[in-house]
């Protein structure tokens, strides 16, 4: 006896659609990337140099358990060669700033801005409650993030 499988419909269940959430209900983990460059405490600062070209922002310098220990900034790069340092004998644990400003992705974006205009960050490592680096946020990333829900255009409309 042949038994014949029995065709399933191809109909798709209906997906939820993405609900425009206003800007000023967005968080920092709704924006985030979590192509971020990170490196240890051991790395030399040479190697960290060639990370940063090569990455959107600056080095996060981790543990093992991916726990931010600092940040290694053009900043930071930059002041090492002006008192004359090898980055190739020096490590990040030389170089880095420590204990960096992070917010956890729960961060209102609004509060976030707020931050932004108020510091010379450019960006900020976001981190979860046990310190873990989970992402980076940009001034880029809050710009676009603006754009896509009309905040500019808002702001406008209200002078």
Same mark, same amino acid.
């Given at each position: 006896?042949?038994?014949?499988?029995?065709?399933?419909?191809?109909?798709?269940?209906?997906?939820?659609?993405?609900?425009?959430?206003?800007?000023?209900?967005?968080?920092?983990?709704?924006?985030?990337?979590?192509?971020?460059?990170a490196a240890?405490?051991?790395?030399?600062?040479?190697?960290?140099?060639?990370?940063?070209?090569?990455? #959107?922002?600056? &080095?996060?310098?981790?543990?093992?358990?991916?726990?931010?220990?600092? %940040?290694?900034? =053009?900043? !930071? +790069?930059?002041?090492?060669?002006?008192?004359?340092?090898?980055?190739?004998?020096?490590?990040?644990?030389?170089?880095?700033?420590?204990? #960096?400003?992070? &917010?956890?992705?729960?961060?209102?974006l609004s509060?976030?801005?707020? %931050?932004?205009? =108020?510091? !010379? +960050?450019?960006?900020?490592?976001?981190?979860?409650?046990?310190?873990?680096?989970?992402?980076?946020?940009?001034?880029?990333?809050?710009?676009?993030?603006?754009?896509?829900?009309?905040?500019?255009?808002?702001?406008?409309?209200?002078?």
């Amino acid at each position: 006896m042949v038994v014949k499988k029995r065709k399933t419909s191809t109909v798709r269940p209906a997906r939820p659609r993405n609900k425009r959430v206003a800007f000023e209900d967005q968080t920092v983990g709704d924006v985030l990337s979590t192509r971020v460059q990170a490196a240890r405490l051991d790395t030399k600062g040479d190697d960290l140099a060639a990370l940063f070209v090569k990455g #959107p922002g600056p &080095v996060m310098i981790v543990d093992k358990s991916k726990h931010l220990l600092g %940040v290694v900034s =053009e900043q !930071d +790069l930059l002041l090492s060669l002006d008192e004359g340092q090898q980055w190739s004998a020096l490590s990040a644990k030389e170089i880095m700033s420590e204990n #960096p400003y992070s &917010v956890p992705p729960e961060t209102n974006l609004s509060t976030f801005v707020h %931050v932004l205009t =108020e510091s !010379d +960050l450019i960006s900020v490592p976001v981190v979860n409650a046990e310190n873990r680096l989970v992402g980076i946020v940009t001034r880029r990333d809050v710009v676009r993030a603006a754009l896509r829900r009309g905040a500019g255009r808002q702001a406008r409309g209200r002078a």
